[in-house]
């Protein structure tokens, strides 16, 4: 039977610990979550093994990169059972820290990141990447990590995190992790549970019409016309996006342009649904 794993809710302990492990020789690895763990999240401390002796989930639901309207407080907590889960995979630490302890009294500090950060995602979500930027950098002074995975999945924020790391200096290094899916193809998220059976039908067609987008022949606006128009035919409500990229900057690919990304997010009501994957 799997020990359970240790939990630490404070700065101060988790110094301690990390301090302990630095002593000891090992590498420290962190996974940034914001809970109700999943199996993607799980295959990223499974990678992540492989780049360090020492793995630290954080669980925190962070306020900062919601909106006013979003769903913060609806947003699943499932402490018991992601503790649960870690335990099974051989985690060694969950960090499940309070508010409080993330942004005491008085913090009145932001963080911007330019570059891959600015459009798609943030032009229906502007407070988002700041508010990712300024939690990940104080997990990463407060962790003392070594390395740190962050989902493809994700792919614009796995951008932004990489370019705050070049940009401010920060001593880690970042992996990236595979996307996982479902058996139609649907990407693990977290926000996945918020489907209804009928609204999951609809869902486990993005896949498709992401993939075709991917290896389209045709030129770019005209694939990204057909996907939007398909996605809509095929049930969703909205589309935030559906686009081709430079993979490296998510600028619009141009002659000089050396791997491509297609990236859709489409909408089932209230519920967002993000995917990518490598284009043609």
């Known amino acids: 039977m799997p020990k359970s794993i240790a939990i630490i809710r404070t700065v101060s302990d988790l110094r301690d610990q990390v ?16 809970g109700a763990l999943h199996t993607g999240h799980l295959s990223l401390v499974e990678t992540l093994k492989s780049h360090a002796d020492k793995i630290i989930v954080s669980i925190f639901v962070n306020p900062t990169q919601f909106a006013a309207h ?14 649960a889960k870690l335990s099974r995979i051989g985690a060694d630490l969950a960090y499940i820290p309070s508010a409080a302890e993330i942004y005491p009294a008085g913090f009145a500090s932001t963080l911007h990141i330019g570059g891959p950060s600015h459009g798609l995602e943030s032009a229906a979500r502007p407070h988002f990447f700041d508010g990712v930027a300024i939690v990940v950098h104080k997990l990463f002074q407060q962790t003392q990590a070594d390395t740190a995975i962050f989902g493809e999945k994700d792919y614009q924020q796995l951008l932004v995190i990489k370019k705050m790391v070049r940009d401010l200096d920060v001593p880690i290094s970042i992996v990236s992790g595979a996307i996982i899916r479902e058996a139609d193809g649907l990407a693990m998220s977290s926000r ?5 059976d009928e609204n999951r039908i609809i869902a486990g067609r993005l896949n ?4 075709r987008l991917a290896n389209s ?9 057909e ?3 398909a996605l809509r035919e ?8 559906a686009t081709i990229r430079d993979a490296e900057t998510l600028a619009l690919p141009d002659m000089t342009t050396k791997a ?16 990518n994957m490598p284009a043609k």
């Open 227 to 229: 996907a939007e128009a």
């Open 260 to 275: 491509r990304r297609a990236l859709i997010v489409a909408r089932i009501g209230d519920i967002r649904l993000l995917d």
């Open 208 to 211: 498709g019409i992401l993939t």
């Open 19 to 34: 301090a302990t492990w630095k002593k000891q020789g090992y590498r420290v690895g962190l996974v940034p979550t914001m």
């Open 217 to 225: 022949d045709l030129p770019a606006p005209q694939a990204e016309a």
């Open 234 to 241: 095929a049930g969703f409500t909205a589309v935030d996006y």
């Open 70 to 83: 979003e769903d913060l407080d609806t947003y699943p907590r499932t402490e018991a059972e992601d503790c």
């Open 192 to 196: 996945n549970a918020y489907l209804t």
